[in-house]
């Protein structure tokens, strides 16, 4: 059985008697340090047990960990309440950041550390006292895959462009209400206005090969395979399959081309991997210590190397062959502000839902 596994077996009764037993302790011995930490974690990488075990390592705070998707993880903290033994909240993307925010699952963070990491449009202000609601910790391009056969990159180079008359019947991407789909969405409406993001929308859907299926990576598949003529991936899904020593990934790759959208004008969207500290924390310094050791340069390091995930943290140097031959070592990202994006999923929504995008 591996440790995932094995993490994904901890049932929330097996945690709060954890939590139950931490309380206990600290009563009969005061001074007693804390030395666990519960994080609930939608990141579902393998890699990442490195992350965890380097932490505990350094700081004897040994780490328990449930892993589900995010949505899973909203739900299992409300259900939880005041009772929940959970310290730190790891979720990909802004959308579902922004959600447990509106919803009061996050403890506000106080951290020179962590403000000093990562820049201001990488962080997300609370709605309510205006602090510090969450951090991003990791970015993935939203990235554009077209059949190297059928179509150049400049037919390719901006959003704007999946949705001309030239890809009829020939887009694949996944589900509009997948957060990685409602964050781009979201930022296209910051980028064009409302009205403008609907029509794009429908020019999509106008334009699809099939009804949205799959995950990322079969999107990607699907122009290799010749179903697809243009495709949208985060970027993590393709230089995984990059560093695939699979003869069929190999092949794969070879058969797509990749843009970096919207170089000319406001930057290629990114998707945000970001952590927060729980509401009902009893934990907040380690849990704290926990998020700032994700900002350090080796944690950082490991996302670029590991995940195949660009860095957060400013001025962190990393060594991936395949994110440096994807993007050409450097690209113009955009620069909103991430909480703007992931209010405007439920705008995004009602949109999708208007112009038939499942
Ligand atoms: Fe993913």
Redesign the pocket.
């Known amino acids: 059985m591996s440790s995932r596994s094995i993490h994904q077996g901890l049932t929330k009764y097996a945690l709060l008697g954890l939590a139950g037993m931490g309380v206990v302790m600290h009563s009969a011995h005061a001074q007693a340090p804390m030395t666990s930490l519960n994080i609930y974690s939608a990141r579902?990488y393998p890699t990442d047990e490195a992350l965890y075990s380097d932490f505990t390592k350094s700081t004897g705070i040994k780490i328990n960990r449930v892993d589900a998707d995010d949505a899973g993880i909203l739900n299992r903290l409300k259900a939880e309440g005041t009772a929940s033994p959970a310290d730190v909240i790891l979720l990909?993307d802004a959308a579902r950041l922004w959600r447990a925010e509106v919803d009061g699952l996050f403890l506000p963070i106080k951290s020179k550390t962590l403000e000093a990491a990562i820049p201001e449009n990488l962080r997300a202000k609370r709605s309510d006292t205006g602090g510090i609601a969450w951090f991003g910790l990791s970015t993935r391009a939203r990235v554009i895959v077209f059949d190297k056969l059928k179509f150049k990159k400049s037919d390719v180079d901006t959003y704007e462009k999946l949705a001309d008359a030239q890809f009829k019947g020939k887009l694949c991407i996944r589900s509009g209400s997948h957060p990685y789909n409602l964050s781009l969405f979201g930022a296209m409406t910051e980028h064009l206005g409302p009205q403008a993001t609907e029509a794009w929308l429908k020019g999509l859907v106008a334009n699809m090969a099939r009804n949205p299926t799959g995950g990322?990576t079969d999107q990607i598949k699907g122009v290799a395979s010749g179903e697809c003529g243009v495709a949208v991936t985060?970027s993590y899904y393709l230089a995984r399959m990059m560093r695939s020593a699979n003869p069929a990934d190999k092949a794969t790759i070879e058969k797509v081309g990749v843009v970096f959208p919207n170089q000319g004008t406001w930057g290629t969207h990114l998707n945000i991997a970001g952590g927060a500290v729980a509401r009902h924390s009893k934990h907040t310094d380690n849990a704290v210590r926990f998020l700032e050791y994700l900002a350090s340069a080796s944690a950082q390091n490991h996302f670029a190397n590991g995940n195949n995930e660009w860095p957060a943290a400013k001025g962190v140097s990393f060594d991936n062959a395949a994110l440096k031959a994807m993007s050409g070592g450097n690209f113009k990202s955009e620069v909103l502000p991430i909480s703007a994006v992931g209010m405007n999923q439920i705008k995004v929504q009602q949109m999708l839902d208007r112009v038939g995008f499942r």
Do not use: K, L, S
Request: proline letters at 0%.
């Open positions: 579902h990909v990322d985060n």
